[in-house]
């Protein structure tokens, strides 16, 4: 029997009533850290920021590494197509985030942190300054030798993948390195380093406060706890909400679809496309389909043509163009498609791209040429006819 | 080397190897060849053209065998199934962008794209075209460099070359995606930018998307001319290293040969850059002491201290770009082919009763930069430009093979007279610490009347491939006329490879050197490593042609420039004393400040 939930409305991430954010630091920080580690390792929160690394354990990592010098990062580059979940959160709820940042940064023993704030959301940054003056200055008074500090993106995708990241940080291109060294041992600086998505952050601080049990009730074995969702598409209900994770598409569809949904779009230009026949059996999860929170539902009226046709032409540009699987294949597929459409290539041709985008999940340097894959051999697969026609 | 040692498994063979040894270099133990096209031995890692991808049992993407350690316990297979096809694959994609006129290509039969497309047999492209927009995309203004993007494979070898051993950064990557570039400030030609025209880069493309600006057909001309007579004049770096070009291992010394192999492409005289490289110790000697006097006994102010080497035309445009205040510090000798080309028309025109206007001066040289610097504008104090065509040792090596000359059977031949004698000083121009080392054995004997106090010559502080080397010589016993030299320690520092010269600067500019003497060449490991030397240059080939060049010095029956015959005869016959009006005419140089981009 597949383990699956009903969809659920959860509050946690957004929720400000009936604790006072200091006191759940303050806590925190009275408690050891070996113990808020495997709270966390308990609670079996996921990264959210896409590619579902246990967080607890990456905390662990960072904290047997033997370095005077430690950094926590927390990623708000948020350049997935379709995902804007994370600008909500800093808008709304920034102090939960720094308060993840300060916990995490307790546990494994950083004097400074980074909030890497994607360029398009620069408006935010007033605000941010200010709350984090206040924020940091409370941390002093606890005696918490911590300071977080706001770091503005280039703009570019790429730049929200990790190890890109801090070579952006650090001034230079913003180019995926090779791993290992993983951030955890060689980050930022060359330090060992926590990177999280923003969402992560806020639900670490939360599970501090409510506890693991708490948060482990909810979801699936392999997918605890709830997410955070960006809705989009042919939607009469866009924007963000709070589910439990481990619901099914259809449930899903159910609840945001139109009536007319087609497909399902799960984990933006970088994850894979639900057909209408898989939507009973796909689980919205790290044991289904996982996603860093983008959903875009699309009704019949659309041609999965152009829509794959966009997300190609978004990796083509949005490559670092450093590796060969990525740089090229991405514009492999591009064409290829577009080849195929005007009838220059047969349509067993497409054989060959799936083939090829296969090669790139497995040869590619990094997240973002390895998971090209997943929309397109998606699409190609459920939908051959509109591409060929 | 590390202490730990990690057991793991290749195609099932087991290996124990050091922690921190790669995949790579694992399998390499194994005699399982991976190929590879971003990694060098020179450069830091890139990982990025992803050739090298092995399959590690129970990961869930292949790896990259150049980038990853090796770990206890791991099961590499380096020709499984899904690696040929991913290899294949990648193989294709590079092809697929690449502008693949081999059969026209300057680098056809030297292309690493070329070799592992045969070996894949990769046929009919079975993906779409991409080269397109980027074919005619090429930069040829440079004197010495030929800069092609509808061949480059984005591998960045060059990139990581410019910046991480020459500190340079003239090469960078620009823009992103499909519209990724290997480009320069603003995407501006080469000679307009900070590229001292070294040939590094040259020397570590995979394929022919850097390449040196060819002068062979002009220099085929000349020889067919009757009208021309064509003087040749070859580095103390290529005769360690034709062999390479010509099927020999590398560190072969060739000196007899390369000159019997040079009257047969028909050069009507075959002369020694070493003989030059002598007299430049002479002139540059005389220089050195006379800074000396100039700064320790008169306190003159307009005399500057460090001096610094001339002799290599990549790291005096790198001075006059990165450190143009300095420009004073540095010798006002020309390099040895220039002191050649400005005697050639001059000295040996008169000796020989050849007009200089029908004299065609030929350098084989290990360079590029040679390229560039026969054409500043400064080099023509012999009326017409000193030097005309300047090949490299590659070149050079095309000719040979061109002609119809079989090198390995050949005879050996002594250079002609004059300008054709070379002593071990003179030979050792050729490696890192060389100059400073013939200067040395020069400079204290003038000085104390005594040789440099050092087992046979060999003054061994200044040698090896350390980037950057210091050693003080105390002057002990000096001759009357050079008695404030009395108890002086001598501080030298020797670098090669411009980052490391940048070091040496960077030093001098912050006033934390109190260097005397400072000899700096452009390319790692001095010109033995040049831009314009047999490809593949790396640090086990560069010891080899090292050891080479100390094995020729040895072997000379002179190994004091001061002692070279033809020197002294120079002095006798045309040009008085060193540093006189007419050396200074003819042999020596200033430089010009330049932008910074
Ligand atoms: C191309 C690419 C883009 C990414 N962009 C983001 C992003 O915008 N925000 C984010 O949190 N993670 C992003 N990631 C994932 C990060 O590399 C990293 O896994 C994440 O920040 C870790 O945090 P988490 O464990 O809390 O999810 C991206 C990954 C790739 C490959
Ligand atoms: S997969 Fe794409 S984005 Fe990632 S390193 Fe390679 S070229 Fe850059």
């Not at chain 1, 939960?96 to 940054?125: D, P, Q, S």
């Not at chain 1, 409370?138 to 995708?157: C, E, M, P, V």
């Not at chain 1, 985008?357 to 051999?377: D, E, R, Y």
């Not at chain 2, 002692?563 to 060193?578: C, H």
Request: aromatic share 8%; charged share 25%; glycine share 10%.
């Amino acid at each position: 029997m597949m383990e699956c939930n009903k969809l659920k409305r959860v509050d946690i991430i957004f929720c400000r009533k009936g604790f006072d954010l200091f006191e759940v630091v303050e806590k925190a920080l009275s408690r050891d850290p070996d113990d808020l580690i495997s709270d966390m390792i308990d609670s079996g929160l996921k990264g959210r920021g896409g590619a579902g690394f246990p967080t607890g354990l990456k905390w662990k990592l960072a904290r047997n590494e033997e370095q005077d010098e430690k950094y926590v990062v927390c990623n708000a580059d948020e350049g997935e197509p379709g995902t804007f979940k994370d600008r909500e959160i800093l808008d709304q709820v920034p102090e939960k985030v720094f308060g993840g940042m300060a916990i995490c940064a307790y546990t494994i023993g950083a004097k400074k942190g980074y909030i890497y704030l994607r360029g398009e959301y620069n408006f935010l940054i007033p605000k941010l300054t200010e709350k984090l003056e206040i924020f940091n200055r409370s941390l002093k008074q606890i005696g918490l030798d911590f300071t977080i500090r706001l770091r503005s993106g280039s703009g570019a995708y790429i730049c929200g993948e990790e190890s890109a990241l801090f070579e952006s940080m650090e001034g230079k291109r913003g180019e995926p390195r090779n791993k290992p060294p993983y951030p955890t041992v060689q980050g930022y600086l060359g330090k060992p380093t926590v990177i999280n998505n923003v969402e992560t952050l806020v639900y670490a601080f939360m599970i501090s406060r409510i506890g693991p049990e708490a948060f482990k009730e909810m979801g699936t074995k392999d997918s605890r706890g709830s997410k955070v969702f960006s809705i989009s598409g042919d939607t009469p209900r866009p924007g963000i909400y709070e589910l439990e994770l481990g619901m099914t598409v259809e449930d899903f569809v159910n609840e945001f679809g139109d009536g007319d949904t087609k497909a399902v779009q799960v984990g933006g230009a970088s994850g894979g496309c639900i057909p209408r026949k898989d939507f009973p059996n796909t689980i919205i999860g790290y044991e289904g389909i996982p996603t860093g929170g983008s959903m875009m539902l699309f009704n019949s009226s659309r041609s999965m043509y152009n829509v794959l046709h966009n997300y190609l032409e978004f990796f083509t540009e949005e490559s670092c163009g450093q590796c060969t699987p990525c740089r090229v294949g991405c514009q492999q597929l591009l064409k290829g498609i577009e080849s195929v459409k005007k009838g220059d290539r047969p349509p067993s041709y497409l054989r060959e791209l799936v083939k090829l985008a296969k090669t790139m999940k497995i040869a590619a340097k990094c997240g973002l040429g390895q998971s090209v894959a997943n929309p397109f051999v998606s699409i190609i697969k459920n939908y051959k006819e509109e591409i060929i026609h | 080397m590390s202490e730990y040692k990690v057991n793991l498994k290749i195609n099932d063979i087991p290996v124990t190897v050091d922690a921190g040894t790669t995949v790579l270099e694992a399998a390499k133990k194994l005699d399982f060849k991976v190929p590879t096209l971003c990694y060098h031995t020179d450069l830091c890692i890139a990982g990025n053209c992803r050739v090298c991808v092995v399959e590690q049992v129970g990961a869930k993407t292949l790896i990259a065998s150049c980038a990853t350690p090796v770990s206890e316990g791991m099961e590499i297979r380096t020709n499984s199934k899904l690696v040929r096809q991913a290899r294949k694959h990648i193989i294709e994609l590079l092809l697929s962008e690449h502008n693949a006129d081999c059969t026209k290509c300057y680098k056809n039969g030297k292309c690493e794209l070329q070799d592992l497309a045969s070996e894949y047999r990769i046929g009919d492209h079975a993906f779409l075209d991409l080269v397109g927009g980027r074919l005619g995309m090429v930069d040829e203004l440079s004197p010495s460099i030929i800069k092609d993007d509808s061949k480059c494979i984005r591998c960045q070898r060059c990139v990581k070359t410019c910046a991480e051993i020459q500190g340079v950064s003239a090469l960078t990557v620009a823009y992103k995606g499909d519209r990724q570039k290997i480009s320069t400030f603003l995407d501006h030609p080469l000679v307009e930018v900070i590229c001292t025209n070294c040939g590094q880069c040259v020397n570590r493309c995979p394929v022919g998307a850097l390449v040196e600006k060819n002068y062979v057909d002009e220099v085929w001309d000349a020889i067919n001319d009757p009208q021309k007579f064509v003087v040749v004049q070859t580095a103390p770096a290529v005769r360690v290293a034709i062999g390479e070009e010509l099927g020999y291992e590398p560190g072969t010394r060739l000196t007899g040969n390369l000159v019997t192999a040079l009257k047969r492409l028909g050069f009507s005289s075959v002369l020694d850059t070493d003989f030059t490289a002598d007299l430049t110790i002479i002139e540059e000697g005389t220089e050195l002491l006379t800074r000396l006097k100039k700064v320790l006994v008169e306190k003159d102010d307009s005399v500057k201290l460090p001096m610094t080497t001339s002799c290599s035309p990549g790291w005096i445009k790198f001075i006059e770009h990165f450190y143009p205040d300095f420009i004073s510090h540095v010798s006002s000798c020309k390099s040895p082919q220039q002191m050649f080309g400005a005697l050639a028309k001059t000295y040996y025109a008169q000796k020989k009763g050849i007009k200089p206007e029908s004299m065609v001066v030929v350098s084989i040289m290990p360079c590029t930069a040679k390229k560039y610097e026969a054409d500043r504008p400064e080099m023509r104090s012999s009326g017409f430009k000193d030097v005309d065509y300047v090949l490299t040792t590659r070149e050079l090596g095309m000719m040979i093979k061109q002609a119809g000359v079989n090198f390995q059977n050949l005879d050996e031949s002594p250079y002609d007279s004059i300008m054709g004698e070379s002593t071990g000083a003179g030979v050792i121009f050729g490696v890192t610490g060389g100059v400073m080392e013939a200067a040395l054995r020069t400079v204290y004997e003038i000085v104390t009347g005594r040789e440099v106090p050092f087992n046979n010559l060999n003054v061994v502080p200044v040698r090896g491939m350390e980037g950057v080397r210091e050693a003080t010589l105390k002057i002990e016993g000096c001759q009357p006329e050079w008695d404030f030299l009395e108890g002086v320690e001598l501080r030298t520092v020797v670098a090669h490879g411009l980052a490391n010269a940048r070091k040496v600067m960077q030093a001098v500019k912050e006033g934390k050197s109190e260097y005397h003497f400072i000899e700096i060449m452009a390319c790692p490991g001095g010109c033995l490593g040049g831009g314009g030397q047999p490809i593949p240059t790396n640090p086990e080939i560069r010891e080899k042609r090292a050891k080479a060049i100390y094995c020729e010095d040895e072997n000379l029956p002179i190994r004091k420039s001061h002692e070279n015959p033809e020197v002294q005869l120079v002095y006798e016959d045309f040009l008085g004393s060193p540093n006189s009006h007419l050396a200074h005419q003819l042999l020596h140089t200033h430089y010009t400040e330049r932008e910074r981009f």
